[in-house]
Protein backbone atom coordinates (compact mmCIF):
# COMPACT_ATOMS: atom_id res chain seq x y z
CA UNK A 1 0.00 0.00 0.00
CA UNK A 2 1.28 3.59 -1.50
CA UNK A 3 1.00 6.43 1.37
CA UNK A 4 -1.76 7.90 -0.94
CA UNK A 5 -3.80 4.58 -0.11
CA UNK A 6 -2.71 4.93 3.79
CA UNK A 7 -3.85 8.52 3.62
CA UNK A 8 -7.13 7.37 2.10
CA UNK A 9 -7.73 4.15 4.50
CA UNK A 10 -6.99 6.80 7.51
CA UNK A 11 -9.67 9.07 6.41
CA UNK A 12 -12.32 6.52 4.49
CA UNK A 13 -11.98 3.90 6.85
CA UNK A 14 -15.21 2.68 4.95
CA UNK A 15 -13.37 3.53 1.76
CA UNK A 16 -16.61 5.31 0.63
CA UNK A 17 -14.73 9.26 1.00
CA UNK A 18 -12.62 10.79 -2.38
CA UNK A 19 -9.11 10.83 -0.99
CA UNK A 20 -9.03 14.39 -1.76
CA UNK A 21 -5.33 15.54 -3.19
CA UNK A 22 -4.21 12.25 -3.63
CA UNK A 23 -4.00 10.18 -7.30
CA UNK A 24 -6.82 8.27 -7.20
CA UNK A 25 -10.22 7.92 -4.93
CA UNK A 26 -11.98 5.66 -3.72
CA UNK A 27 -15.34 5.45 -4.11
CA UNK A 28 -17.29 1.78 -2.77
CA UNK A 29 -13.89 0.07 -3.08
CA UNK A 30 -13.28 0.78 -6.41
CA UNK A 31 -10.15 3.06 -7.41
CA UNK A 32 -10.98 5.87 -9.91
CA UNK A 33 -8.16 7.49 -11.25
CA UNK A 34 -8.35 11.97 -11.95
CA UNK A 35 -8.04 10.71 -15.63
CA UNK A 36 -11.28 8.47 -15.53
CA UNK A 37 -13.23 11.56 -13.76
CA UNK A 38 -11.80 14.19 -16.26
CA UNK A 39 -13.50 11.81 -19.38
CA UNK A 40 -16.80 11.78 -17.75
CA UNK A 41 -17.04 15.10 -16.95
CA UNK A 42 -16.07 15.68 -20.40
CA UNK A 43 -18.57 12.81 -21.22
CA UNK A 44 -21.78 14.85 -19.76
CA UNK A 45 -20.41 18.22 -21.23
CA UNK A 46 -20.63 16.67 -24.58
CA UNK A 47 -23.99 16.26 -24.42
CA UNK A 48 -25.70 18.83 -22.90
CA UNK A 49 -23.98 20.74 -25.00
CA UNK A 50 -24.97 18.79 -28.25
CA UNK A 51 -28.43 18.37 -26.78
CA UNK A 52 -29.43 22.18 -28.55
CA UNK A 53 -27.98 20.77 -31.96
CA UNK A 54 -30.72 17.87 -31.65
CA UNK A 55 -33.74 19.49 -30.48
CA UNK A 56 -32.95 21.94 -33.25
CA UNK A 57 -32.38 19.72 -35.58
CA UNK A 58 -35.38 16.96 -35.24
CA UNK A 59 -37.66 19.25 -33.54
CA UNK A 60 -37.58 22.12 -35.75
CA UNK A 61 -35.48 21.34 -39.17
CA UNK A 62 -36.90 17.70 -39.44
CA UNK A 63 -40.43 17.32 -37.57
CA UNK A 64 -41.45 21.36 -38.44
CA UNK A 65 -39.82 21.37 -41.83
CA UNK A 66 -42.41 23.65 -43.49
CA UNK A 67 -42.52 26.41 -40.16
CA UNK A 68 -39.11 26.68 -40.04
CA UNK A 69 -38.48 26.79 -43.74
CA UNK A 70 -41.46 30.02 -43.13
CA UNK A 71 -39.48 31.16 -40.51
CA UNK A 72 -35.95 30.85 -42.65
CA UNK A 73 -37.61 32.42 -45.70
CA UNK A 74 -39.54 35.52 -43.49
CA UNK A 75 -35.71 36.24 -43.11
CA UNK A 76 -34.46 35.98 -46.28
CA UNK A 77 -32.80 33.02 -46.68
CA UNK A 78 -32.81 31.85 -50.42
CA UNK A 79 -34.48 27.98 -51.14
CA UNK A 80 -35.71 27.97 -47.30
CA UNK A 81 -36.71 24.46 -47.42
CA UNK A 82 -33.77 23.09 -48.98
CA UNK A 83 -31.79 24.89 -47.24
CA UNK A 84 -33.57 23.72 -43.80
CA UNK A 85 -33.08 20.26 -44.30
CA UNK A 86 -29.30 20.33 -44.99
CA UNK A 87 -28.62 22.11 -42.21
CA UNK A 88 -30.91 19.89 -40.23
CA UNK A 89 -28.61 16.98 -41.42
CA UNK A 90 -25.61 19.19 -40.74
CA UNK A 91 -26.89 19.38 -36.86
CA UNK A 92 -27.90 16.05 -36.63
CA UNK A 93 -23.95 14.70 -37.48
CA UNK A 94 -22.38 17.45 -35.46
CA UNK A 95 -24.54 16.32 -32.16
CA UNK A 96 -23.87 12.50 -32.98
CA UNK A 97 -20.08 13.58 -33.64
CA UNK A 98 -19.84 15.40 -30.06
CA UNK A 99 -22.25 12.75 -28.40
CA UNK A 100 -20.64 10.01 -28.93
CA UNK A 101 -16.99 10.96 -29.51
CA UNK A 102 -16.53 10.43 -33.31
CA UNK A 103 -14.25 12.98 -34.49
CA UNK A 104 -15.32 15.67 -32.03
CA UNK A 105 -13.59 18.15 -32.79
CA UNK A 106 -15.54 17.86 -36.63
CA UNK A 107 -18.69 17.88 -35.22
CA UNK A 108 -18.07 21.24 -32.82
CA UNK A 109 -16.30 23.02 -36.01
CA UNK A 110 -19.63 22.06 -37.61
CA UNK A 111 -22.10 22.81 -34.51
CA UNK A 112 -19.74 26.55 -34.64
CA UNK A 113 -20.17 27.16 -38.45
CA UNK A 114 -23.93 26.57 -38.19
CA UNK A 115 -24.63 28.86 -35.60
CA UNK A 116 -22.33 31.66 -36.44
CA UNK A 117 -23.94 31.58 -39.90
CA UNK A 118 -27.25 31.44 -38.66
CA UNK A 119 -26.48 34.21 -36.11
CA UNK A 120 -25.55 36.28 -39.15
CA UNK A 121 -28.62 34.86 -41.84
CA UNK A 122 -31.03 34.78 -39.46
CA UNK A 123 -30.81 36.95 -36.41
CA UNK A 124 -30.11 39.95 -37.89
CA UNK A 125 -31.79 42.07 -35.78
CA UNK A 126 -30.03 45.17 -36.87
CA UNK A 127 -32.65 45.08 -39.89
CA UNK A 128 -35.72 44.76 -37.41
CA UNK A 129 -37.99 47.62 -37.01
CA UNK A 130 -40.46 46.03 -34.57
CA UNK A 131 -39.43 46.19 -31.08
CA UNK A 132 -40.55 42.81 -30.18
CA UNK A 133 -39.05 40.76 -32.77
CA UNK A 134 -35.81 42.83 -32.93
CA UNK A 135 -35.23 42.01 -28.50
CA UNK A 136 -36.05 38.01 -29.88
CA UNK A 137 -33.57 38.40 -32.57
CA UNK A 138 -30.76 39.65 -30.24
CA UNK A 139 -31.25 37.37 -28.25
CA UNK A 140 -31.11 34.21 -30.58
CA UNK A 141 -28.20 36.44 -32.35
CA UNK A 142 -26.89 36.55 -28.89
CA UNK A 143 -27.31 32.41 -28.14
CA UNK A 144 -25.91 31.07 -31.48
CA UNK A 145 -22.45 33.58 -31.26
CA UNK A 146 -22.43 32.15 -27.46
CA UNK A 147 -22.85 28.88 -29.18
CA UNK A 148 -19.76 29.34 -31.24
CA UNK A 149 -17.65 30.41 -28.41
CA UNK A 150 -18.22 27.27 -26.65
CA UNK A 151 -18.03 24.98 -29.96
CA UNK A 152 -14.58 26.72 -30.49
CA UNK A 153 -13.67 26.21 -26.72
CA UNK A 154 -14.39 22.53 -27.83
CA UNK A 155 -12.73 22.22 -30.82
CA UNK A 156 -9.24 23.52 -29.20
CA UNK A 157 -9.83 20.50 -27.10
CA UNK A 158 -10.43 18.02 -29.06
CA UNK A 159 -7.80 19.33 -31.41
CA UNK A 160 -5.39 19.60 -28.45
CA UNK A 161 -6.03 16.86 -26.81
CA UNK A 162 -6.59 14.28 -29.46
CA UNK A 163 -6.75 10.55 -28.58
CA UNK A 164 -6.08 11.26 -24.66
CA UNK A 165 -9.67 12.49 -24.32
CA UNK A 166 -11.76 9.10 -23.26
CA UNK A 167 -15.13 7.48 -23.89
CA UNK A 168 -15.04 8.25 -27.32
CA UNK A 169 -14.88 6.20 -30.68
CA UNK A 170 -12.26 8.22 -32.49
CA UNK A 171 -10.02 10.56 -31.74
CA UNK A 172 -9.37 13.74 -32.71
CA UNK A 173 -9.32 14.79 -36.91
CA UNK A 174 -7.15 17.98 -36.27
CA UNK A 175 -3.74 18.60 -34.72
CA UNK A 176 -3.29 21.88 -33.02
CA UNK A 177 0.21 21.05 -32.62
CA UNK A 178 0.48 22.32 -29.27
Not at 12 to 30: L, Y
Not at 87 to 94: C, D, F, K
Request: aromatic content about 8%; glycine content about 10%; proline content about 1%.
Amino acid sequence: MDLDQQACSMHAPFGEQACVGSAHATVRGRVDTEEDRVDVVVLIGRVLFALIAVGSAFGGHFMATDSTAGYAESRGVKNPRAMVLVSGVLLAAAAVSLMVGIYADLGALLFGSFTLLTAFTIHHFWTDEDEMTKQMEMTNFMKNLSITGGALLAFALFATAGDDIGLTVTGSLFDLGF
